[in-house]
């Protein structure tokens, strides 16, 4: 594809998806996280085919849960965050896992992380399948990590451009994002 480069495969992106799937499966395994079914929640749109192959790979009953966030208009920010679809779980006393496409600035994030604490959950994990920590600007850390990446605007594996290539089943930069193949 013109003006992107593949940074990682559909097969390394697998692998490292299966790998994270039974880290998590052996740190929801104790008696102490045995007692309910961890509530995991997929913030859309981004993170759906991280999620959806995630959740395949971890090994014990779940519930599946989706969020909407929003502080990006097309390729852009808004500098407004808002909750445009909240989760219809009931957290109280449950384990939950935020599944994240990506950890930019962190302020959407610790924002949604926030609001679900004060909904009393047992325990509240981020699991995000790309960190990019030179871009922070809040305090969140994810405690289950894809790929860290330098900055960059990347694409594919459920991240777009002004909702395109979502559908690549790899991940690739952006070199010149006002030349771009339609």
């Known amino acids: 594809m013109k003006n992107m480069k593949i940074i990682l495969t ?5 692998k490292r998806v299966k790998e994270l799937g039974e880290q998590i499966t052996r740190d929801y395994s104790t008696s102490e996280t045995n007692s309910k079914r961890p ?14 192959d ?10 599946l849960d989706f969020a909407r966030l929003s502080s990006y208009r097309d390729s852009t920010t808004s500098g407004k965050l ?6 219809l779980a009931d957290i109280t006393d449950r384990d939950v896992i935020v ?6 600035s962190g302020k959407t994030l610790k924002f949604f992380v926030e609001l679900l604490k004060t909904r009393n959950p047992r ?15 809040v305090d969140i ?4 990590v894809g790929f860290d990446i330098p900055c960059g605007f990347v694409v594919g594996y459920g991240m777009d451009y002004a909702e395109r290539f979502r559908e ?15």
Do not use: W
Request: with cysteine.
């Open 10 to 14: 559909a097969e390394q992106i697998q």
């Open 39 to 52: 509530v995991v929640i997929c913030t859309l749109k981004g993170a759906v085919y991280f999620f959806a």
């Open 54 to 63: 995630l959740t395949k790979n971890i090994n014990r009953p779940l519930m």
């Open 82 to 87: 808002e909750l445009q679809h909240d989760i």
């Open 99 to 104: 599944v994240e496409d990506i950890i930019d």
């Open 123 to 137: 325990s509240v994990k981020i699991c995000a399948f790309l960190d990019k920590k030179e871009r922070r600007e």
């Open 141 to 144: 850390e994810a405690d289950y």
């Open 168 to 182: 690549l089943p790899f991940l690739a930069e952006i070199i010149d994002p006002n030349d771009l193949d339609d």
